[in-house]
């Protein structure tokens, strides 16, 4: 491409400046959340406790689905005092220029109230957030250019420094890098394993740079200059207080360039202490589980491939509708639980927008469902009782 341009378009007496790509005045940091993005435990540590506007940091969350974006920001929003609700905001294209302009001007000033701005792709580029202190990128975009646009955001007032932290969900270590020298576009960094479909899903679309990054064990520096070919002196420099979370030397721990400390998981009990304390929870019963996963997914689909924007409202791919964790939860769950609707919205802590755009349907399947089952329309129902040890 470079040699194209140079050789159409540029005159014999260009000047060629390449400058890095390195931000030096930022620190790089990775981190595997313990369960998934669906999990809002994940997002505790956003926030300062206890909580205040003036002690928060202005922090920026990147996200890859509208629908997590605003789970997100409604359970933040929950773990703030009411007076301090608008604190944290919502911001993406779907919004009125109206709200879009007072919630920007109300996070870029400097005494703004808005401190934590919930996301999209969208914004990491061609607006200017001046006075970032925290990037977080919930999942990795589809190139490491991308990646690195958002982190951008973070750091930019002059003799600042910023943390920039990416979050990988678990499943993503269970990737191997082989996987992707398969033939398909080897020489992108950023290509994936096959090539995609107009529905696969979020695990067949991640890229192999993103899994490079999840899994590296050494300087993400060094990762970034290396996977954009960046050869200038100053690519591993920085400013900061560290270089990044992977230089043991160093001692640095995440938790001390945070508003509050990480979501820690429970250490697991020895089976005989476990043992004691088991709780017996009934679920719905094994043989019913799959013919209900077998009509969502059905539905997810009908969805999605529908060229209707009545019907797919904007969504493209079934894990931005309904997770694999959160669809396995409504399958487990006793038939007794789902009254209405809402009781979808509430089992899986969505916000009120999905319940409006997802939730009858989601309920109108599991209730024909089960209605089918009680007519004897298909076939597994039994009287046993289903009952789980948690």
């Known amino acids: ?22 931000r030096p005045n930022l620190v790089y940091a990775t981190l595997t959340v313990p369960v998934s993005f669906d999990d809002m435990n994940t997002y505790d540590f956003c926030l300062v406790r206890p909580y205040h506007p003036s002690q928060q940091p202005r922090v920026l ?15 933040l929003k929950l773990l703030v005092p009411e007076t301090y609700s608008e604190s944290i905001a919502l911001y993406h294209s779907d919004m009125s220029p109206q709200y879009l302009a007072h919630v920007y001007g109300q996070f870029t000033t400097k005494h703004g109230i808005v401190r934590v701005l919930c996301t999209t792709s969208g914004q990491s580029t061609g607006i200017d957030f001046p006075d970032v202190d925290i990037v977080i990128l919930v999942g990795y975009p589809s190139s490491l250019a991308e990646l690195l646009q958002r982190g951008g955001r973070c750091g930019r007032a002059p ?29 992108n960094p950023d290509r994936t394993r096959a090539a995609l479909a107009k529905n696969s899903s979020k695990r067949d679309r991640v890229v192999r740079s993103a899994v490079l990054c999840a899994q590296s064990t050494s ?6 200059a290396d996977g954009l070919g960046d050869t200038t002196e100053n690519t591993t420099e920085f400013t900061a207080q560290h270089c990044c979370t992977w230089h043991p030397e160093d001692q ?8 509050s400390l990480l979501h820690s998981t429970v250490l697991i009990e020895s089976s005989e202490a476990a043992a004691k304390k088991r709780t017996r929870n009934v679920y719905r019963k094994p043989q ?4 209900l996963d077998k009509e969502l997914i059905k539905w997810l689909n009908l969805v999605t491939q529908s060229d209707d924007p009545d019907i797919n409202q904007g969504y493209f791919y079934p894990d931005d509708i309904l997770a694999d964790s959160a669809r396995r939860r409504l399958v487990w769950e006793r038939p007794q639980l789902f009254e209405s609707a809402k009781d979808v919205q509430r089992i899986l802590s969505e916000t009120d927008e999905w319940q409006e755009l997802w939730g009858e349907d989601i309920y109108t399947i599991i209730q024909e469902y089960d209605i089918e089952l009680q007519n004897g329309g298909i076939e597994g129902i039994g009287d046993t009782e289903d009952v789980m040890e948690e």
Do not use: Q
């Open 1 to 22: 491409m470079m040699d194209c341009v140079k050789r159409k378009i540029l005159g014999d007496d260009y000047v060629y400046v390449r400058t890095t790509s390195n």
């Open 61 to 75: 969350l990147f996200f890859e689905s509208i629908a997590l974006e605003a789970k997100v920001t409604n359970y």
């Open 159 to 187: 003799g600042s420094t910023g943390l920039f932290l990416v979050l990988f969900e678990p499943w993503i270590h269970e990737i191997e890098l082989k996987e992707f020298d398969t033939g398909h576009n080897s020489s």
């Open 219 to 224: 300087c993400l520096r060094k990762l970034f």
């Open 252 to 259: 640095f721990e995440l938790s001390s360039l945070l508003p």
């Open 288 to 291: 019913e589980r799959s013919g």
